[in-house]
T-cell receptor, first 119, second 116 residues
Framework: KAGVTQTPRYLIKTRGQQVTLSCSPISGHRSVSWYQQTPGQGLQFLFEYFSETQRNKGNFPGRFSGRQFSNSRSEMNVSTLELGDSALYLC??????????????????FGEGSRLTVL | AQSVTQPDIHITVSEGASLELRCNYSYGATPYLFWYVQSPGQGLQLLLKYFSGDTLVQGIKGFEAEFKRSQSSFNLRKPSVHWSDAAEYFCAVGALRESGYSTLTFGKGTMLLVSP
């Protein structure tokens, strides 16, 4: 069973540009979450999609957006890049909210991340 | 809202020695708890999880964790550390709401260094 796949793995952009990151979840997973990881702030939640609907959003500016397609693949976009957007962006998929009494405990399965450097 | 505290930013352990990484959470109801490990340049890998039942849970790579409700803790332990265990470890707490929706909140991580 293939894991979570993120593309591209590495990219370099300059301030003011925009970037789109892609995530293919594990087959059968309908929930995709995005996290930003930086040395100073740790893992910060960006947003989560389930069946093409954004269910929750973290405390990030509107420059950060995402979407999910009917095949559960997800993209996130960052517009007007700033130096502080340099980070590892992690995508995680899951079966969705945990269901007591079942094997679904809400665990996240992470991809290897997309390393974004903004110059 | 739930929160997670990992009080130790760095820990150095000699190879073969025992390990305990601390995690304290804040959440009003019964949480579900996870430990993840991240090697450099990699994503996060699940070590173990607690959802309900036995408060001592076993995970992969010889790790275990104990849920202590009275102390709001979920500390990770390993009896004998191997050099390959050097990595960053993250504790996470999830919230199961009435709507059924939940998110995971992560601690800031503990970097484990293993000395020869």
């Amino acid at each position: 069973k293939a894991g979570v796949t993120q593309t591209p793995r590495y990219l370099i952009k300059t301030r003011g540009q925009q970037v789109t990151l892609s995530c293919s979840p594990i087959s059968g997973h309908r929930s995709v979450s995005w996290y930003q990881q930086t040395p100073g702030q740790g893992l910060q939640f960006l947003f989560e999609y389930f069946s093409e609907t954004q269910r929750n959003k973290g405390n990030f500016p509107g420059r950060f957006s995402g979407r999910q397609f009917s095949n559960s693949r997800s993209e996130m976009n960052v517009s007007t890049l700033e130096l502080g957007d340099s980070a590892l962006y992690l995508c995680a998929s899951s079966l969705g909210s945990p269901v007591p009494g079942t094997a679904n405990t809400g665990e996240l399965f992470f991809g290897e991340g997309s390393r974004l450097t903004v110059l | 809202a739930q929160s997670v505290t990992q009080p130790d930013i760095h820990i150095t352990v000699s190879e073969g020695a025992s390990l305990e990484l601390r995690c304290n959470y804040s959440y009003g109801a019964t949480p579900y708890l996870f430990w993840y490990v991240q090697s450099p340049g990699q994503g996060l890998q699940l070590l173990l999880k607690y959802f309900s039942g036995d408060t001592l849970v076993q995970g992969i790579k010889g790790f275990e964790a104990e849920f202590k409700r009275s102390q709001s803790s979920f500390n990770l332990r390993k009896p004998s550390v191997h050099w390959s265990d050097a990595a960053e470890y993250f504790c996470a707490v999830g919230a199961l709401r009435e709507s059924g929706y939940s998110t995971l909140t992560f601690g800031k991580g503990t970097m484990l260094l293993v000395s020869p």
